[in-house]
């Protein structure tokens, strides 16, 4: 996470976790918080307890939880709010506690090309949004809408991949993967509401809001990780010699009570 190179001197006005703040302080940008160090007063406060910032006329105003608030007076608050924009609004870490998805067994052998294919648009949404250079650009790399549409062209590729000119199999395959993906076709509309929250935020509560998306994309990466398992064993299953994918799976849901 990206840190201020200097500590920033200002005048200061808020109330903080309790503490009356009111004069001259310095403020220190930590990996995980936001110091403030005014005379005998020293207070922290957690990234993850700040909502936003917004700029007045003259001050920058930084709103925490609970309803502290921090007003900054500086000649160059514009300054400022970029390098907290820098500090503030990194993305979450979303590979390297899955599983399947830098595992040799799970990627290996001839399912291998496959398996990367399956990961590839949230691995290249991730690349570029790691290469914006703005909060707003790492959203919008990894547009959930975008992304649910990529995905679900893979699933199709799969199932034309396999049956060329078979539509009836090709439709039960299409059916089947579908099923196994729901989980993370779900994740994505959690991620497509939180974008809406982010994107209709005010400034006060904008890194609140960044927050909740950056854990729905958190869960989003965590779901395909636990749905590849399935889609890969659906893939695998060679039926060329069982009765057609499309009559069994066509019959298995028709002898549902009400269908």
Sequence with gaps: MAELSAPLRATVHGFVRG??????????????????????????????????????EDAL?????????????????????RQLDDWAF?????????????????????????????????????????RASTAEGR???????????????RLRAYAAERFPTDAPERRALEAE????????????ADLAAAEERLSSSTDAQRLLH???????????FESADRCWPEIGATLSDDRRESPSRWRRFGRGRRTRPGL
């Design 19 to 56: 503490h009356d703040i009111d004069g001259d302080a310095v403020i220190t940008f930590e990996r995980e918080s936001l110091l403030l160090q005014s005379g005998r007063v020293r207070v922290a406060l957690l990234l993850r307890s700040l909502d936003g910032w917004t700029v007045g």
């Design 61 to 81: 105003h930084i709103h925490a939880d609970g309803g502290d608030f921090v007003s900054v007076v500086t000649t160059n608050a514009e300054a400022v709010v």
């Design 90 to 130: 990194q993305l979450p870490e979303l590979t390297r506690s899955l599983r399947v998805f830098g595992s040799r067994r799970a990627a290996g052998g001839e399912r291998r090309a496959e398996h990367d294919a399956f990961f590839a648009p949230l691995l290249a949404a991730r690349g570029e949004a790691a």
């Design 139 to 153: 959203r919008s790399a990894l547009d959930a809408r975008k992304l649910r549409n990529d995905i679900r062209l």
């Design 177 to 188: 993967l579908d099923e196994c993906a729901s989980p993370l076709i779900s994740r994505l």
């Design 210 to 220: 960044w927050r909740e998306w950056a854990r729905a994309l958190a869960a989003l």
